[in-house]
């Protein structure tokens, strides 16, 4: 049915994607499907790496330790972005595109009033993509 699950990963909060991630591993088993675990990162230092190519050995390693606590087969695919706030949206598409995902697993932050005013990255993603997305609420 499903070819390859993405599902977008912030790093700096994988304790609030466990819903997200365990649904998409559990998605990988039932359709024997891969999942490819994708960062966005900034071209300068952050918190959580000095360069891309740092961010990118951490978003791999990620996706090993996924392979290994759920047995599925894993990728990952790092972007470096020059403002991950604004552009987001857009380089998820551009990295669904890449990588040839048909399904996205997302995770979905607590609505809000401000859900009202922008719209979400999933909402965007569902609304202009080819692929199918599955938002999960985390609460």
């Not at 304790?15 to 998605?27: N, V």
């Not at 499907?33 to 978003?59: D, M, N, R, W």
């Not at 991950?84 to 551009?94: F, G, Q, R, S, V």
């Amino acid at each position: 049915m499903y070819r390859k699950i993405l599902i977008p990963v912030d790093l700096a909060h994988v304790g609030r994607l466990q819903k997200a991630l365990t649904t998409a591993a559990d998605l990988a088993r039932h359709y024997k499907i891969p999942v490819c675990y994708c960062g966005v990162t900034t071209q300068t230092p952050s918190s959580l790496a000095h360069t891309p190519a740092e961010f990118g050995e951490k978003l791999a390693a990620f996706a090993e330790g996924q392979a290994a606590e759920h047995g599925i087969e894993t990728t990952s695919h790092p972007v470096a972005s020059h403002d991950p706030t604004i552009d987001l949206d857009a380089t998820l598409m551009k990295v669904i595109e890449e990588t040839g995902a048909d399904l996205v697993v997302m995770a979905s932050h607590v609505p809000n009033i401000t859900d009202y005013i922008w719209p979400s990255n999933g909402g965007t993603i569902a609304t202009h993509s080819s692929a199918s997305v599955f938002v999960v609420r985390e609460t």
